[in-house]
Every structure is written in structure tokens, then in C-alpha cells.
């Protein structure tokens, strides 16, 4: 593995998660994504598809669509080195391709020989030995900073990180077929990748129905509401509402810089709360494993994230 410059590492954006990072990357290439990524963001849970778990979707419209028509789909390899010839096929054609692959595998990662966890590459070029990826993540994260990384990978070490579908754990099945926002599910077996289609999809790209939480302030008491049963937190719900609050945090810096009709006041007020919500539940979190459960300062959040969001939006 070579690579990881200061020249070489790739230009990273606060407030987007490892998947929103990679297709970040995929989207500047031909259109505006920093505005398409901004006008996506929107939270909306899932309340009834996993026994105990809230499925989150973080954009509408759906990322999976292309603004030229095209669409971005899950698709499984026979086995790794299908793959290899499948990926090349991808970045000859559209010049980049995104693969998910275990970040515990990735010598870069702060999650690297911890448990696995879900990330996203891009792919830039491909040759028969290593591949040039561009990992544009960067977060300050519990296991420590994570920095961008762009250089070479051998192939022998990304087929090592390549998991089917099925090998994910409940949580991580659920973060990667709701990654686009309309929930998707990939092929069970065989190494995923995600294949570029001009083709249209079988069914339009909607949120299912059922127990679903769409208003915003809706989604924040059903939030609420959860973490208050208990006030432990647990730390899958924790990245969840990692990525939620980023996400929201990168809108908001969007919409102030770009958007002349915005409440300056209100949506700085919105940023610093949302950027508050990591390191107070984190706290919650670490309080309640100690036997001293902090419910008020999650409840405080929550009053707090409901007027900001409620001045957001009455004031745009």
C-alpha cells in the first residue's frame, strides 16, 4: 500500500459519514454535489423492519438516482476475483466506481482489527495488482481521528475486506440498504459493488410503508423517546445519530453559505446543536455504563434540537 501525502490525500468536507464521503467524491465529478448532498439531507426512521432497532434514512430524494437519469444499484460478484473484473469494467466506463468493504481490514482505519463495521471506497483506477482508491473520510471518531487516505491498495487486501451482504450484522444490514435514503436491498450473497445502470429501476426508488416517522419533530420525539427508555444510548443507536447530526450539520453550513434567503440566526443556532449531539450522548452513554444515568441532559437535547429545528423552519 502507497500513498497517504499530504499532496496526496484528498480534499474532505466536515459533516458527511463514510458513505456520504465517497459519494461525494463520485458526484463532483460530473455535477454539483456539495448542493445535491445539502438538498438531500432530510431524517426520516423506520420504526417496524427489525424487532428493537429504528431503521434511518438521511436523504429525499434518494441519492441512488442520478441527475442525468441514470442510477447507482447494489449488485453481488460471483466471488472476490469476479469482482476485480467487474470494478475495472465500472471505472473504464463511468471513471470511478464505489465498492463497500469492512474498514477492519483497512491499515488506515481507526477501525482497523477492531470489530467490523461498513465502509465505503472509491475507486479510481484499476490495475492488475493495486488499485488507486480515494477514501476523503475524516472524523474525530470513539477509536480516534480518522484521516482521508488516497493512494494505492493491493487487490489481494481489498478482496480481503469484501463481505456478502448476508455476513453483516442486523445493524449494518440496515445502514446499508437505507445508505441512498429509499431503502434498497442488496443480493444476499457474494461480494457487493455498485453498478451505474441507465436502465430504469423495477420499482420507483420510495420509502416503505408501515410505521414510518417523517415530520420533523416527529422523528425527534420518537428519538427522544427511545434513548429516554433506558438513557444507556447503545452505541449502534450512537453512530446512527453520529451520522444524522453530521449530516444535518453539513446542510445547514450549505444552505448559510449558498442559500441568501435563510435565517442566518436560526440555522447557526441549529449547527451548534447539532453539533453538540455526539458528545452529549457519548457522555449519557458513559454515564449510564457507570451506574449514574444522565435521562436529563438527553431530554435537554432533545427540547433544544426541536426549537432549533422548529426556528429553521419558520424562518427560511
Not at 487486501?157 to 455476513?167: E, N
Not at 442486523?170 to 461480494?191: K, M, N, Q, S, W
Not at 445519530?241 to 443556532?269: E, V
Not at 453539533?275 to 454515564?287: C, K, Q, T
Request: aromatic share 8%; hydrophobic share 45%.
Amino acid at each position: 500500500m502507497t500513498g497517504d501525502t499530504a499532496a496526496d490525500r484528498p480534499s474532505t468536507v466536515s459533516g458527511l459519514s463514510c458513505f456520504t464521503s465517497a459519494l461525494r467524491d463520485y458526484l463532483a465529478v460530473e455535477w454539483a454535489a456539495d448542493e445535491l448532498l445539502a438538498r438531500s439531507i432530510e431524517l426520516t426512521l423506520v420504526t417496524d423492519l427489525v424487532p428493537g432497532r429504528l431503521a434511518f434514512s438521511h436523504h429525499r430524494p434518494s441519492l441512488d438516482r442520478l441527475p442525468d437519469g441514470s442510477h447507482l444499484a447494489y449488485a453481488a460478484a460471483a466471488d472476490p476475483e469476479a469482482l476485480t473484473a467487474l470494478a475495472a469494467a465500472e471505472v473504464a466506463t463511468y471513471g470511478r466506481a464505489i465498492i463497500p468493504v469492512d474498514a477492519a481490514e483497512l491499515p488506515w482505519s481507526v477501525h482497523a482489527g477492531r470489530s467490523p463495521a461498513p465502509h465505503w471506497l472509491l475507486i479510481e483506477s484499476c490495475g492488475p495488482r493495486s488499485w488507486q482508491v480515494n477514501d476523503s473520510f475524516s472524523a474525530l471518531l470513539p477509536h480516534g481521528h480518522q484521516l482521508p487516505y488516497r493512494g494505492e491498495v493491493r487487490v489481494r487486501d481489498l478482496r480481503a475486506a469484501l463481505r456478502p451482504f448476508s455476513a453483516w450484522l442486523p445493524e449494518h444490514r440496515l445502514r446499508i440498504r437505507f445508505a441512498f435514503g429509499a431503502p434498497v436491498t442488496p443480493p444476499a450473497d457474494g461480494p457487493l459493488w455498485l453498478r451505474r445502470s441507465s436502465e430504469q429501476p423495477a420499482k420507483p426508488a420510495i420509502l416503505p410503508t408501515g410505521q414510518l416517522v417523517l415530520h420533523p419533530t416527529d422523528v425527534l420525539q420518537c428519538l427522544r423517546a427511545h434513548l429516554m427508555a433506558d438513557c444507556r444510548a447503545e452505541s449502534g443507536l450512537l453512530e446512527d445519530l453520529w451520522a444524522a447530526a453530521s449530516h444535518k450539520s453539513f446542510a445547514y453550513r450549505w444552505y448559510s453559505a449558498h442559500d441568501a434567503g435563510t435565517n442566518q440566526a436560526a440555522l447557526a443556532a441549529a449547527i451548534r446543536c447539532w453539533d453538540n449531539v455526539p458528545r452529549v450522548l457519548r457522555f449519557a452513554a458513559e454515564s449510564a455504563s457507570r451506574g449514574r444515568p444522565r435521562c436529563d441532559l438527553v431530554s435537554t437535547l432533545f427540547e433544544q434540537l426541536e426549537r432549533t429545528e422548529a426556528d429553521v423552519r419558520g424562518r427560511r
